[in-house]
């Protein structure tokens, strides 16, 4: 069995490649490509270190061209950041340039990710198509709902998106319940960097009004990681995911990033080279400490049960990014939503859930909205487009703003 990872040259390659040789899948063929092929080597060599050390059977490989990454796949992972830690350092700048949030998934950092993004991803579906047509395609890059969305109305049936959010949601709860996450189901709701926990199940239990209760005094300062006026948890009856705190409270986020000595590129580049030199170190065979610090935290054990999942005829649940089709009758059949599905060998199911609150749905549309429009932009490379998707994200206020962006974006090429 073969697994593709496209943006091998992430320097957190290795913390998925050591939950793969804990939890191998049969007689596994792990094949690295990256555009930067520099960066592949070390890591190969570090990988195959951490193999020997435990008598893994795993091959390991590197390729120096994307097809013959792809040939014989039947699976391909997906976790490309496309103009490197450099652009994302641009587009935080940019966004607080303009008073606005530059993350890599959400407001206009997030679309110029998306926009210099898709296009790429784009190019590694077709390539599948032509190399291995029936593998399925594991997405991490960000930003992930959108970019699935992408690839899904490019015409790739098989194709999922990952998010570390929710499992970290997941795990933090089954801390809190000292249960293991089999035990703990999630009604999760919403799009990718943009969702609710409805209701919390243990054991069949349902305990999300403990959790709100346990939240709103404090208990569980990571659930979620923002600050809510008391109250607001409790009347809205669910727990919001940790990135509504760009929505709710803007001003605070950017003053924290205005008054940050770097921005989080810069801290993930000097990360990147300090591991760098730990997986070129030969005596180096154990997943450094350093990585913690990297973020994704939970994604390579999300990344592995899915895997598991789709090579399996027993089927399991887990949260994804897959197209809403029936799931909820107020947003487009195609659109790609966030939720519990089944996932096993006979494909990706969403599990039918309640219609969505009219305290969330009308964000939700907002957002989905910015999303289609700025997959339109960037299929069509349409500055129109481009500019109604700036103006629908609840992130950029003003039109005037959206104009300035959209110059700011032409400008560096994007559009």
């Given amino acids: 069995m073969k697994l593709a990872v496209i943006g091998g040259g992430s320097t957190y390659t290795p913390e998925l490649l050591s939950g793969l040789i804990e939890s191998p899948l049969p007689d596994l063929e792990v094949c690295l490509y990256d555009p930067e092929t520099s960066r592949v080597e070390p890591i190969v ?20 061209t994307l097809e013959e990454s792809l040939a014989g796949a039947d699976f391909v992972v997906t976790q490309l950041r496309v103009g490197g830690q450099e652009a994302r350092h641009e587009d ?15 407001g206009v950092g997030g679309m110029a990710k998306a926009l210099r993004t898709i296009p790429v991803l784009l190019e590694i579906a077709a390539a599948m198509e032509r190399v291995c047509p029936d593998a399925w395609l594991i997405n991490f890059t960000n930003p992930s709902g ?19 959010v929710p499992i970290e949601v997941h795990m ?37 009004e403990e959790v709100i209760d346990q939240v709103e005094g404090g208990a569980l300062e990571h659930l979620p990681e923002a600050e809510y006026p008391r109250g ?34 810069e801290q993930v580049q000097e990360i990147d080279a300090a591991l760098f030199e730990r997986y070129r ?31 399996s005829d027993q089927p399991s649940v887990h949260i994804v990014n897959v197209p809403n089709g029936n799931t909820f009758s107020s947003l487009p059949p ?34 989905k909205s910015y999303e289609r429009l700025t997959i339109e932009a960037a299929l069509e490379k349409s500055r129109d487009k481009a500019l109604l998707a700036l103006l ?20 560096r090429d994007h559009i």
């Fill in 392 to 411: 629908a994200n609840p992130l950029i206020p003003h039109a005037q703003t959206a104009h300035a962006l959209l110059q700011e974006l032409i400008d």
């Fill in 232 to 265: 607001l948890i409790r009347a809205l009856g669910m727990l919001p995911s940790c990135f509504l705190r760009d929505s709710s409270a803007p001003e605070k986020i950017i003053a924290e990033l205005k008054s940050a000595p770097k921005t989080r590129a």
């Fill in 45 to 64: 060599g570090f990988c195959l270190r951490m193999a020997r050390r435990v008598s893994s059977p795993i091959k390991i490989s590197a390729a120096s």
């Fill in 334 to 367: 195609d659109a790609t939503v966030e939720v519990p599905c089944e996932i096993s060998r006979a494909g990706v199911h969403p599990l039918s859930t309640n219609p969505l609150e009219d305290s969330i749905v009308g964000l939700i549309r907002q957002v």
């Fill in 172 to 208: 933090e709860l089954s801390e809190y319940f000292n249960r293991p996450q089999e035990a703990i189901d999630l009604d999760w709701v919403g799009l990718n960097h943009l969702g609710w926990v409805r209701q919390v199940n243990v054991d069949g239990v349902a305990r999300i």
């Fill in 146 to 164: 959108l970019v699935t969305e992408a690839l899904r109305r490019f015409g790739r049936e098989r194709v999922l998106g990952l998010c570390n």
């Fill in 281 to 311: 170190d030969p005596s180096c065979d154990t997943l450094p400490e350093l990585l913690k610090q990297r973020g994704g935290a939970w994604y390579s054990r999300l990344a592995i049960q899915v895997l598991h999942a789709l090579n």
């Fill in 92 to 106: 935080i700048l940019m966004g607080l340039k303009y008073d606005l949030i530059g993350q890599e998934t959400t």
